[in-house]
């Protein structure tokens, strides 16, 4: 079953702690994308990658690293940096085909304790 | 980025109802077009493509117009399964560019 997987559904950060949301991929997809929604708002750029171990800041990265060892995979870490990191995190793919559209992961909701 | 604007709403429509959305971009060299709908709660899917000539699906027409720089949506014979946000994104040389949504809810 093809698809892009995000995990955990849920996560809980402490003040001072990083954390770290999975993303996977079995779509043979070149770019990954991460956004972040806030509750009203629409989707804002963190970090994309085009090919693996290579990848670029988007509109919003302060607070946030990642890599790109795989293909598949492309997870997001959101460091204690973060100061205001309550949203809701979603993850796309896309072929990397210009014109291509992008696929999304169901998303994480990340809450602070 | 270049930038995708589009109106909030919130939309609310009866059942049957015919409803349209507009959406305009900034950048002119924009080359694709698309349309996602977000449940509450939920990932953006999508819903359709936005060809040069416009196309329709079942009870979705969707348009573009280069020279004012618009895009939209049709939806006829609104059902009460219509209810969301419908999200107008543009090719801008990859990575897509996001408006925030348009928020439709069909009353009964």
């Known amino acids: 079953d093809g698809g892009i997987t995000q995990s955990p559904k849920y996560l809980f950060r402490k003040e001072g702690q990083n954390v770290t949301l999975s993303c996977e991929q079995n779509?043979?997809?070149?770019?990954m994308y991460w956004y972040r929604q806030d509750p009203g708002q629409g989707l804002r750029l963190i970090y994309y990658?085009?090919?693996?171990?290579?990848?670029q800041k988007g509109d919003i990265a302060e607070g946030y690293s990642v890599s790109r060892e795989k293909k598949e995979s492309f997870p997001l870490t959101v460091t204690s940096a973060q100061k205001n990191p309550t949203a809701f995190y979603l993850c796309?793919?896309?072929?990397?085909?210009?014109?291509?559209?992008?696929?999304f992961g169901p998303g994480t909701r990340l809450l602070v304790l | 980025r270049k930038e995708v604007e589009q109106d909030p709403g919130p939309f609310n429509v009866p059942e049957g109802a015919t409803v349209a959305f507009n959406c305009t971009y900034s950048?002119?060299?924009?080359?694709?077009f698309f349309w996602y709908r977000q449940d509450c709660r939920k990932e953006p899917k999508l819903l359709m493509s936005?060809?040069?000539s416009g196309n329709e699906d079942g009870r979705f027409t969707a348009q573009l117009n280069r020279a004012s720089q618009y895009i939209s949506l049709l939806i006829r014979d609104s059902k009460l399964s219509d209810s969301a946000t419908y999200l107008c994104?543009?090719?801008?040389?990859?990575?897509?560019?996001f408006g925030k949504g348009t928020r439709l809810s069909v009353i009964a």
């Open positions: 796309a793919s896309s072929p990397w085909t210009e014109g291509e559209t992008q696929y």
């Open positions: 779509l043979n997809h070149d770019a």
């Open positions: 990658s085009q090919i693996v171990n290579d990848f």
């Open positions: 950048n002119s060299a924009s080359q694709s």
């Open positions: 936005v060809y040069s």
């Open positions: 994104v543009v090719n801008d040389n990859t990575p897509l560019v």
